[in-house]
């Protein structure tokens, strides 16, 4: 600092400069890309959803079924997306620290301070990262299958994409993973601490199938499919299965525990204290 | 401009701010000033609409900032430098900023170069210094061009030169017409920077004047007089208005009267001065006996008098 008096250059009035959701989604889309985190978390998203299928299709193949109900009831699609519910825990932590790591970094402020009104700030996370998160899974899960039926045609017991069901399951799959991941999202902005959200997450995706178990059989059998994660992955389902509620049905199911969880993440953000 | 009204914020039990009401001009640097914890860093989050009033209402530029369509043109804050992601770049964090008001690019490059970070804008924001972090903060309140600059503790850590380069940069920020409210809890730094001076004490406002004339006000000046006959001087000197106490090595600290009227007495008496010196009290002591008053005024956790 030589010059005689600090000169921040003025600049030309700028009547154009609000805040507008368009503006915060792509400020947000420059955020999540600028951090190693990001790019890291969907590698091991992707990395979850083949490397998981692949290695599942080859242990099936190992050991095929050998009778023909088992045969029946072998599920080709299903066993070469296996991998997506590990995933689903890499892209719902990610989601968590969209937010979480906002309010543990300090940034938040930052970030509120720029857009006063807060909500534009939550949208535009979940539009950019849900945009995101389909991007990366979809192809992800389409090469999961590919190479899962690849690996399964070796004992016939592959599929194809054109069966009915099964171009469904592979996009619901990748649609799913976006849901979890949106989830996480609004669990950190409800909670504003990576740990609980972590742990939030968990529990609701792996908890309520724990309790329900420890009911009688025919309580839990009417109250397992509509938990969260037997709801969601039934988008995936390519066989019948009466325990289970219909693809689209379970699916907007679990889009709606994810709504619901961001409708009062909304709330809080929008009239407490940041 | 930023105008306060009975502005009061209760955590719990704690009433982090009570009842302020002031005013912040443009044109001048106006220091907010007051000991840790005495609630200031509260009352600029409220200000800035990320802490909500238990009562009272505050506006920047004549409206709550939160209603204000172009945030970054109205007001620019820098409210603790670490409030940046340490994995982004002090470019994208600066970049991401101006996005959401539809700043352009070449704005960003223009503050990065103005605060001096042009050489270090493109690595990790949390290999930053302190200082390096205090000018990215100051980098992004500066993107929008605002009319209002709210910094909380900006030379907090900073170096000699840190110091300084601020302190003209406020300066030349006022002068542009600006309004510029600065947060410290050092005196000594606020009577260098600021023309004006709000200070409170747990909450409440104390004083709110112009800076010399608090300082006047706070430490009023003695002067320090040894002589060849310090008693006869004394007894000479001494009135209900002027008090005269003897300092440790013979000399006397007079205080109610100028070194003019000390020396003139003196030569009438026919006493030989050694020393005659205008001394004025330290403005930290001042304003740490300022503050403690209010303090005691009020017992833990209960509703002050008004002192």
Not at chain 1, 218 to 237: F, H, I, T
Not at chain 2, 188 to 211: K, Y
Not at chain 2, 212 to 229: H, K
Request: proline residues 6%.
């Amino acid at each position: 600092m030589t010059a005689a008096r600090p000169v921040i250059p003025a600049r030309p009035s700028g009547p154009t400069e609000r805040v507008s959701q368009a503006r915060v989604v792509r400020s947000e889309w420059t955020k999540l890309r600028s951090l190693p985190s990001t790019a890291w978390s969907l590698l091991v998203t992707v990395v979850s959803i083949v490397g998981f299928g692949v290695l599942y299709c080859l242990l099936r193949v190992a050991r095929p079924p050998d009778d023909p109900a088992a045969l029946a009831a072998f599920d080709p699609t299903a066993v070469s997306l296996t991998g997506v519910q590990l995933a689903a825990i890499a892209v719902g932590v990610l989601g968590v620290l969209l937010v979480a790591g906002e309010y543990a970094t300090g940034l938040v402020r930052t970030s509120f301070t720029a857009v006063p009104r807060r909500l534009p700030v939550l949208w535009g996370k979940a539009i950019v990262f849900a945009l995101t998160t389909l991007a990366v899974c979809l192809p992800g899960t389409l090469v999961a299958f590919l190479a899962g039926q690849s690996i399964l045609s070796e004992k016939r017991l592959d599929i194809a994409l054109g069966h009915p069901g099964v171009a469904r399951a592979v996009v619901g799959s990748a649609l799913y993973l976006a849901a979890v991941g949106l989830l996480g999202l609004g669990l950190g902005a409800l909670l504003r601490s990576t740990a609980g959200a972590v742990a939030a997450l968990l529990g609701l995706l792996f908890g309520p199938q724990l309790l329900v178990g420890l009911l009688p059989g025919s309580w839990s059998d009417q109250l397992y499919r509509y938990l969260p994660v037997p709801a969601g992955a039934a988008v995936a389902n390519v066989q019948p299965d009466p325990v289970i509620l219909s693809p689209w049905t379970g699916f907007g199911l679990f889009c709606l525990y994810t709504g619901l969880v961001l409708a009062l993440a909304a709330w809080r953000l929008a009239r407490g204290d940041a | 401009m930023i105008e306060a009204h009975g502005l009061t914020k209760r955590y719990g039990d704690e009433l982090a701010v009570d009842d302020l009401t002031f005013t912040v001009r443009p044109g001048v640097v106006t220091g907010f000033l007051g000991p840790n914890g005495a609630g200031k860093s509260t009352t600029m989050r409220m200000i800035l609409g990320l802490d909500a009033p238990t009562r009272g209402s505050v506006t920047v530029n004549g409206r709550p900032y939160r209603e204000h369509a172009a945030p970054l043109r109205e007001v620019g804050a820098l409210l603790d430098a670490r409030s940046v992601h340490p994995a982004r770049s002090a470019y994208n964090h600066l970049r991401s900023l101006a996005q959401t008001s539809g700043i352009p690019r070449s704005r960003v490059d223009e503050v990065v170069e103005a605060v001096g970070l042009a050489g270090v804008a493109r690595k990790r924001a949390g290999g930053f210094s302190l200082g390096m972090g205090q000018r990215l903060g100051i980098a992004a309140a500066l993107l929008g061009d605002p009319r209002t600059v709210i910094l909380d503790e900006p030379v907090n850590g900073l170096d000699t030169e840190g110091i300084r380069w601020i302190r003209s940069l406020l300066r030349g920020l006022a002068a542009e017409g600006r309004t510029i409210f600065v947060s410290s809890h050092l005196m000594s730094e606020m009577a260098m920077t600021a023309q004006h001076l709000i200070v409170i004490g747990r909450g409440r406002l104390i004083a709110d004047a112009g800076t010399e004339e608090l300082i006047a006000r706070a430490a009023p000046g003695v002067v320090r007089v040894r002589s060849t006959d310090p008693e006869a001087l004394a007894v000479l000197l001494r009135s209900p208005d002027v008090a005269v106490s003897r300092a440790g090595d013979g000399a006397l600290a007079v205080s109610g009267l100028s070194t003019d009227e000390v020396g003139r007495a003196a030569g009438a008496a026919g006493i030989t001065l050694l020393e005659l010196t205008a001394q004025q009290a330290s403005l930290e002591e001042a304003f740490v006996d300022m503050t403690r008053d209010a303090v005691e005024f009020r017992a833990p956790g209960q509703k002050g008098v008004q002192s």
